[in-house]
């Protein structure tokens, strides 16, 4: 399929887009700052991951993909601009490693190697070998990759240089974990989309009519994705030395989660309890939820296991 734009249309910005693109990110970042909130104890632990956030976050980063897939074929659908291209790309691949490599120091235990923006890059260069392809196949492709990783998962797959293919037993953890497959199944619908509804949209009036702050953050949403987390992550992070968090709820769930590895939930709730209350009464709980206890802590802190262990 071959698309026809006139010398008027061609090349114009569609506000739609650009405001769709806008709320994906106010979203995103919505999402982001809840995540802060839990990184940091301000929140129930695991609020973030799971239920009602989870899905959230899938569906904000199911919109952002499909909508770059989408504005790929805007751009070099019917005519491939190279020298374009290769810019964009380089740009997305910079920004990708500087993530990746920020992420190793503040995530540790759960570094980025793989989140939104590598998919992105890595689907934009897959997005050009789908030009000619039918709109038709593409989204049936688009189907099964969505349905690949659900269906077989490979231990040889679970090293991180192979996880991101997106068929890994067992990934390992990390803060943005956005795998090719099925992630590439929303971008390559939004390609397909593309396809298929760009012609009738460029011949719309504009909506909305005139831009506006979604249409910015639309048109600059690579600079918004790279500020926001940032500036998200540190207004928590400076709330934190004047209002600290109550680091018993996440003492609890951590406490839990270890114990009932080992022991049944009903001693593991009353174990829980007992070392919290010893833990407070002691001043010892905030150290060590901060990783700030010492040797001479350790006599403390084992009297405390022991006495709460046979009560």
Known sequence: MTEKTSPATKGRR???????????????????????????GY???????????????HLDAASFLFLAGYSLWMAHGASLRPRSFMKRLAILAAASLAITAVSFFATPNAII??????IIAVASVIGLLFRKVPAVI???IAALALLAPHLMR????????????????????????????????????????????????????QLPAQENPLTFL???????YLVHQPVLYGLVYAA??????????????????????????????SYCACTLEALEQEGLLAPLMQNRTGDEDAVALGRIAMSCSIR
């Not at 569609?14 to 995103?28: F, N, P, Q, S, T």
């Not at 190697?113 to 590598?118: A, C, D, V």
Request: hydrophobic share 50%.
């Open 240 to 269: 934190t030395l004047v209002a600290p968090p109550n680091p018993a709820p996440a003492y609890l769930s951590a406490c839990q989660a270890t114990c009932a590895q080992t022991d049944e939930a009903a001693f593991c709730r």
């Open 43 to 57: 929140v129930s632990p695991g609020l973030s991951t799971r239920g009602g956030w989870a899905i959230f976050a």
């Open 138 to 140: 593409t989204l049936v």
């Open 154 to 205: 490979f231990d040889a797959l679970d090293p991180r240089y192979l996880a991101w293919i997106g068929m890994a037993a067992h990934p390992y953890p990390s803060s943005d974990y956005v795998p090719l497959l099925p992630w590439i199944a929303p971008f390559l619908a939004g390609f397909a989309a593309s396809k298929l509804t760009l012609s009738w949209l460029r011949r719309q009036k």
């Open 113 to 118: 190697y793989f989140g939104i923006l590598h």
């Open 218 to 224: 639309g048109r600059h949403s690579l600079i918004f």
């Open 14 to 40: 569609i506000h739609l887009i650009d405001a769709a693109r806008g709320i994906a990110l106010i979203a995103m970042a919505i999402y982001h700052f809840v995540w802060d909130l839990d990184f940091f």
